[in-house]
């Protein structure tokens, strides 16, 4: 049962491996716009094309507020930057 035993597989080697390259590859594989897998052991959901980008900026859907740690989002953007969260202070 090869599609069974591709369940519990996890995709975090191949992602290593591959790299950037790694997600279009695979949804071009898949032959769709969504991505169902694990990524260090965790299942993990990638989306691609218009009705995507739709549904990951539609603030119904998605949280964003303390997604990014203050550690990490200081080291990134810096205090207060715009790229962080639009209309929001950081």
């Known amino acids: 049962m090869p599609g069974h ?3 519990l ?3 975090t080697l191949p992602l290593a491996l591959r790299g950037y390259a790694w997600l279009p590859d695979r949804l071009r ?3 769709g716009d969504v991505l ?3 990524l260090f052991g965790l299942r993990t959901v990638a989306l691609r094309g218009p009705e995507a980008a739709r549904f990951f900026y539609d603030e119904r859907h998605v949280r964003r507020h303390g997604a990014i740690p203050e550690p990490v989002r ?3 953007f810096g205090q207060g930057a715009v790229v962080v969260e639009v209309g929001h202070p950081a």
Do not use: H
């Open 74 to 76: 200081g080291t990134l």
């Open 29 to 31: 594989r898949s032959g």
């Open 5 to 7: 035993r591709r369940l």
């Open 9 to 11: 597989l996890d995709d």
């Open 36 to 38: 169902v897998t694990r």
